[in-house]
DNA sequence: TAGATTGTTAATCGATTAACAATC
DNA sequence: TAGATTGTTAATCGATTAACAATC
């Protein structure tokens, strides 16, 4: 050590960090996805401004980002897609698997649980429901589809940290009040609906169109 | 008037303001997302809380984004949410309609062309296709599913701006040339595909995943 | 009037960016 | 070595928030 640094001022592992803020968490989560992807297309290394263009975050941003938690790039080459996708991984504590409940077993239900989308991340769908009985029993890629009185038990037997609602927005309020006295923290709300709920869950409301309003508003002007 | 207030610095119609930053642009869509619903279930009027409870931005900031464009609320009572409604599309310049292709008749694209979740925000999907000829003819909703090669007739003839698509990661580079070719200038990507597109072209990939993982932080820390 | 909620200010904090030395 | 790209600084800009007068 040639400099006079004090000690790193980078988080050693096993040692709590500062809960991140809400927009690093979110960039982050970002980041992890499009390396999920480079990874599967077979790239090893990723510069930050080819994270830049995929992400639309500015590159300085990106580097500032991951340079907080260590040196994770080697300069004149990138960054290391697989090793990346591991540091953040650990950063945002979610290497693990996280079981996931769906409800609907309609088209956007069955596309949910037959894509990719989920399971690269880590998110399992454990349990596919449904409220028609003429549903129920249905094999569902590798789920059958079970009645939505199984609920209770199902989140605890499968220790269920999220609960998918791709049901139409009659049904999702009741669904959402059941798996709120279930004990599920977090709901992802497929249906156009806006939920009640307790303060101590959250609701992710899925919007595409909302998305897309942005979108045009930067062609339209 | 008893004051001295220089000529209102709001925008008057008409007038061609700044362009809106993007973090308002975004935040305004989520607001007239929320704005969309409440009229839905037949609400008359919202205060600042209640928008914030749903969108979890700050009530104070809501009401500072909408107060830089006119004085819309009244003291006491809150928002009306039919004006609001229209005054936020009037800013986002989105009051009228948009013309969407959509890509794929599998379940997601069935799901998609049979919700309301772009119906609502005035995106109307003109045009279903896919690349399975068994596909090709059948009908998904008010549309018939058309082949691929009617591309760009449709997109000159229905005057299309956004191309969505609900197919798998191997298609969806292709299908993105050939909207680019088109003239479309902004994808909306349901495929987990890293898309290469001309910097002119905006695309926005759907990552559900991401959004959870996000959630899962801060549930977890 | 009393209660509620907006509109607005002022102060703080975090995000963003350009620039560039370090170094692979 | 020459080229590329990271890691980091310093300066700026926008977002956030608490507080409160205005007023419905």
Redesign the interface.
Known sequence: MSTTEPTDAATPDGMTPE??TLGV??RL??Y???LT??K??GKETISSQELSD?THVNSTQIRRDLSGFGKFGKRGVGYNVESLVSQIRGI???AGQ?NIALFGA???G??IA?????A??G?RVVAIFDADPSKVGMEVGPQRVRHVDELRAVVEDEDV??GVL?VPPAAAQALADDLVEAGV??I?NYS???LQVPPEV?V??????????????????
């Open positions: 809960r991140l968490a979110a989560s970002r992890l996805q499009v992807q480079a599967k297309m995929y945002l504590r979610t996280h309609g088209h956007l069955r596309a037959s894509s990719d989308i989920f690269d991340h998110f940290v999220v791709a923290k977090i992802f156009e609906t806006l959250t992710h409301t899925s919007s595409p169109a909302v998305d897309l309003l942005y979108a045009l508003y930067f062609y339209l002007t």
